[in-house]
Each structure stands twice: as C-alpha cells, then as structure tokens.
C-alpha cells in the first residue's frame, strides 16, 4: 500500500492519514518532518537533510501513507505511489480550522503583541492564496491539480469536511480498484 495524501494546510491531510495508517498499519510519513526540524515550524532541514529521511523512510518501509508533498524539492518524490488523493476544503472552514491549530499550538503568543504573531500572520496570509496561486507555487490548488494530471497512478479528489471515516472508506474502495 502506497498513498499520499496532497491538499492546502488545514484540509486534514495529516489526521487523515494518521488513521490510514492506524487501520492498515501502513507506515505513516507526514512530508513536514522533512521540511521543519521542530514543532516551531521556525528553522527549515536543509534540503541534504531531507532527502537522507525520505530515502530511509522509503527503503525501510514497503506499504507508507503520505501526508503532504515534497515535489518542490524532490519532484520525482514519492513516485512509487499507487494512489494520489488530493482533499480539498471550503476555505471558510479550512481557514477556521487552520486558526484553530495555530492558537492550540501558540496559545496567546500567536495573538497581537506574542512573540509569534508575526510568524502566525505571514503563515495564515500565505495559506489564504492556496486558491489563487498558478501551478508553480509551491502549494496551490493549481499545483495539486497539475500533480493530479500528470500521476501515472490512480487519483481521487475528496472533500475533507467528510467524516474521516468516510474518506478512509472511499480511499480503500479506490485503492483495491488500483490491482
């Protein structure tokens, strides 16, 4: 089993595959392991860095879900995959649950006046052009759907206000129409 997982932050990519992974035993790789060294989301790997743990995660697990995407530094990442899955999300919520994390995570430091305020209002600015990016940003719904497009596995696009049951349901459904 090899499935990844692509779509805007907040869209529920990683509580998603989480539970993939819990029901299949699938190894879990959440893609922003690679790009942060700590829960700050502060101080990126360096690009070696990040190859070296997806080349491990790749050689040491044969079945893997994928949350996230790492082709705007390894384009040829995950290719292995037997299906993509991009969620997408009404922004009005996806933007809700996305301030959600971001206060669970900072608390009042990510109010006016914290010290991760600025770091949270450059994050939050940024997430908000997911829908009108062109196809080279770096996550846009545009660059999603042209990975779609050019996916030489079998793709889905789910809604991610689903229950995440339901879209483990319709995941499995679509990857046993992959044999």
Request: charged fraction near 25%; proline fraction near 2%.
């Amino acid at each position: 089993m090899k499935i990844q997982v692509i779509g805007a932050s907040g869209t529920g990519k990683s509580t998603l595959c989480k539970y993939i992974s819990e029901k299949t035993c699938a190894y879990w790789i959440d893609t922003d392991k690679y790009l942060w060294k700590d829960s700050s989301f502060t101080e990126n790997h360096h690009v070696e860095e990040r190859f070296k743990m997806y080349n491990d995660d790749i050689a040491n697990h044969q079945d893997y879900v994928v949350s996230g995407s790492v082709h705007s530094w390894n384009p040829e990442g995950f290719n292995d995959r037997e299906l993509l899955v991009l969620l997408i999300l009404d922004e009005e919520i996806r933007m809700k649950r996305i301030s959600d994390r971001e206060f669970a995570r900072f608390g009042e430091r990510m109010l006016p006046g914290g010290d991760h305020y600025h770091l949270t209002c450059e994050f939050l600015d940024w997430c908000r052009t997911y829908l009108t990016e062109d196809e080279n940003a770096v996550n846009s719904l545009a660059s999603h759907m042209l990975r779609l497009k050019e996916a030489s596995c079998k793709t889905l696009v789910l809604d991610g206000n689903q229950p995440v049951y339901a879209l483990y349901a319709h995941i499995l459904n679509a990857y046993w129409q992959v044999g």
